[in-house]
């Protein structure tokens, strides 16, 4: 830890800033996971076959209770809306899914991209805190006596090195952090396009006394 204290000292103001960037990335990566992995996700296609068994069954309350035993969950407040609709015609279906969709996507995307932005920027503080170090100790070397020089020249290498190493280490977690998160934003939405039209489909085969198009 004395290591870690020293070089962050030796870091100067970069340092502080590449650490408040790392606070707001630590935050976001939390809270991110913590809403993807948990609250928004669901297993979907569990969760769609028990809605298809129900909804063929004609049985749409039973349905929409179980998509509110998932509240916080992504698809079925997507799937609920269609539900709602289940008895109004295909374009009714069609509109309250897609209302839904634009409502859920934001709150899923949310924030996500900003990891890699913060990711960057890390990397570009800890560049400049490597430059500003450089010039510094080049520009004390030019009046420094010859006794000096080598302390002026070895604080402004140290604080070139550190906080290049900080940046990286801030900005490598919130590249992986970032392509986590994306992973499973994308999972969630592409599950969300995909079953919302399977239910478009099934609520208006119902209505027609067709086939079941989840079967296929």
């Not at 992986?176 to 499973?184: N, P, R, T």
Request: with cysteine; net charge positive; glycine share 6%.
């Amino acid at each position: 830890m004395s290591t870690i204290a020293e070089a962050f000292r030796t870091g100067g103001a970069w340092m502080y800033v590449i650490l408040v960037v790392s606070i707001i990335a630590i935050g976001i990566i939390i809270e991110r996971f913590i809403f993807l992995f948990f609250k928004y996700n669901i297993n979907a296609h569990t969760f769609m076959a028990q809605i298809q068994k129900l909804v063929m069954a004609n049985n749409i309350d039973r349905a929409i209770k179980l998509c509110n035993a998932a509240p916080s969950a992504a698809l079925p407040k997507v799937i609920k809306a269609g539900l709602t609709r289940a008895n109004k015609g295909e374009v009714e279906i069609q509109n309250a899914v897609e209302e839904a969709t634009l409502e859920v996507v934001p709150q899923i995307m949310k924030r996500t991209p900003a990891l890699q932005a913060l990711g960057n920027i890390a990397t570009l503080l800890g560049l400049l805190g490597t430059i500003i170090g450089l010039i510094e100790a080049f520009a004390a070397l030019k009046n420094a006596t010859p006794d000096s020089r080598q302390e002026l020249l070895s604080a402004g290498i140290a604080l070139a090195m550190n906080t290049t190493a900080f940046g990286l280490i801030v900005a490598i977690p919130c590249l992986v952090a970032h392509l986590l998160l994306s992973g499973m934003t994308k999972k969630i939405i592409d599950e969300i396009d995909q079953y919302s039209v399977k239910l478009e489909n099934l609520l208006v085969s119902r209505g027609k006394g067709g086939s079941n198009p989840l079967e296929k």
